[in-house]
């Protein structure tokens, strides 16, 4: 594979997102806990770039993390934690969430006791994930949504790095051996003018053949990758988010410790995962390219029935 070309600073992207929040916003989750009728978004998106003016730790504890980190590393954790204070507000005023008013522009976001996933305000949930410059991170309140998951990729993987991915079985996704993957209506792409680009919503998309190509791939600016790169990249980017999810709905003996111990498959309009140790909890991975970015995002209900998805 020919070197990569260096990523820009991320404004196209930023730009795609923005078109995509409500989409994501209004991704269905099975939330049980909510009556009927009660519509809205259940999660929000939050957005930020590294190296944003007005953007700095809060607080001694995010202080305390960029001290120790190289200034690169430093400005991620920042552009992180400032994505995910957006989404607090933007959560704030939904059903179960703290009252409209209260502002988490200075909440301070540690790390949990794990050292690895962010520590929310009480009755909060959320995820977070920086790529290329560019941080997302979703939150919704915790009376409604027992997990989230959430990750951007700006550039995709080498083919060789499949076996650190994808099980025996699951690299047939690659290749199309493994049949259809499905239709791909809602897998669009959303670029610079905002809104989505055409899609594979037709008969044809429903090849696995055409999976690659889901969007028409317009942002990837000239990145030489073939069509299993592309297949990888998206479930890469796929397991990751339902990862980050499962690490919070799973028992810890459960839980996965690598990206091999989350099963995957492609269902219609995205992909159904799962813990290996812990299958019962199937999660839906939301999936949508941005301006040549992959994004995928999920969530689970406060309350799931074991079998079903969540």
């Given at each position: 594979?020919?070197?990569?070309?260096?990523?820009?600073?991320?404004?196209?992207?930023?730009?795609?997102?923005?078109?995509?929040r409500p989409v994501v916003e209004a991704a269905p989750l099975v939330?049980?806990?909510?009556?009927?009728?009660?519509g809205g978004a259940r999660f929000a998106l939050g957005l930020a770039t590294v190296g944003e003016p007005g953007l700095g730790p809060v607080g001694p504890a995010e202080q305390r993390v960029c001290a120790g980190r190289l200034p690169r590393r430093a400005q991620e954790f920042v552009a992180g934690r400032g994505a995910l204070r957006r989404a607090l507000a933007r959560a704030s005023g939904l059903p179960g969430g703290a009252d409209a008013e209260i502002s988490y522009a200075d909440a301070e976001i540690p790390y949990e006791a794990d050292g690895v996933r962010p520590r929310l305000p009480d009755g909060w949930v959320g995820s977070l994930s920086h790529s290329g410059g560019v941080a997302v991170a979703l939150a919704a309140p915790a009376a409604h949504c027992a997990g989230l998951g959430v990750d951007l990729e700006r550039s995709p993987l080498p083919l060789a790095a499949r076996r650190v991915v994808l099980t025996r079985d699951e690299q047939g996704f690659l290749d199309g051996e493994f049949g259809e993957f499905g239709e791909y209506g809602e897998f669009g792409e959303y670029g610079e003018h905002g809104g989505a680009a055409e899609s594979c919503g037709s008969g044809e998309a429903a090849g696995l053949g055409d999976f690659g190509d889901v969007g028409g791939l317009g942002g990837l600016g000239g990145t030489e990758t073939g069509v299993p790169e592309r297949r990888l990249w998206v479930l890469f980017s796929a397991k990751e988010s339902a990862y980050k999810a499962l690490y919070g709905l799973v028992e810890p003996s459960q839980r996965p410790t690598t990206l091999l111990g989350v099963g995957i498959r492609p269902v219609p309009g995205g992909f159904a995962a799962w813990a290996r140790?812990?299958?019962?909890?199937?999660?839906?991975?939301?999936?949508?390219?941005?301006?040549?970015a992959v994004l995928t995002w999920t969530g689970a209900a406060t309350k799931c029935r074991p079998g079903r998805a969540c």
């Amino acid at each position: 594979m020919p070197p990569k070309a260096p990523l820009d600073d991320g404004a196209g992207v930023v730009r795609a997102l923005l078109a995509l929040r409500p989409v994501v916003e209004a991704a269905p989750l099975v939330v049980e806990a909510v009556p009927p009728g009660e519509g809205g978004a259940r999660f929000a998106l939050g957005l930020a770039t590294v190296g944003e003016p007005g953007l700095g730790p809060v607080g001694p504890a995010e202080q305390r993390v960029c001290a120790g980190r190289l200034p690169r590393r430093a400005q991620e954790f920042v552009a992180g934690r400032g994505a995910l204070r957006r989404a607090l507000a933007r959560a704030s005023g939904l059903p179960g969430g703290a009252d409209a008013e209260i502002s988490y522009a200075d909440a301070e976001i540690p790390y949990e006791a794990d050292g690895v996933r962010p520590r929310l305000p009480d009755g909060w949930v959320g995820s977070l994930s920086h790529s290329g410059g560019v941080a997302v991170a979703l939150a919704a309140p915790a009376a409604h949504c027992a997990g989230l998951g959430v990750d951007l990729e700006r550039s995709p993987l080498p083919l060789a790095a499949r076996r650190v991915v994808l099980t025996r079985d699951e690299q047939g996704f690659l290749d199309g051996e493994f049949g259809e993957f499905g239709e791909y209506g809602e897998f669009g792409e959303y670029g610079e003018h905002g809104g989505a680009a055409e899609s594979c919503g037709s008969g044809e998309a429903a090849g696995l053949g055409d999976f690659g190509d889901v969007g028409g791939l317009g942002g990837l600016g000239g990145t030489e990758t073939g069509v299993p790169e592309r297949r990888l990249w998206v479930l890469f980017s796929a397991k990751e988010s339902a990862y980050k999810a499962l690490y919070g709905l799973v028992e810890p003996s459960q839980r996965p410790t690598t990206l091999l111990g989350v099963g995957i498959r492609p269902v219609p309009g995205g992909f159904a995962a799962w813990a290996r140790r812990a299958p019962e909890r199937v999660l839906h991975v939301h999936a949508r390219w941005a301006q040549g970015a992959v994004l995928t995002w999920t969530g689970a209900a406060t309350k799931c029935r074991p079998g079903r998805a969540c």
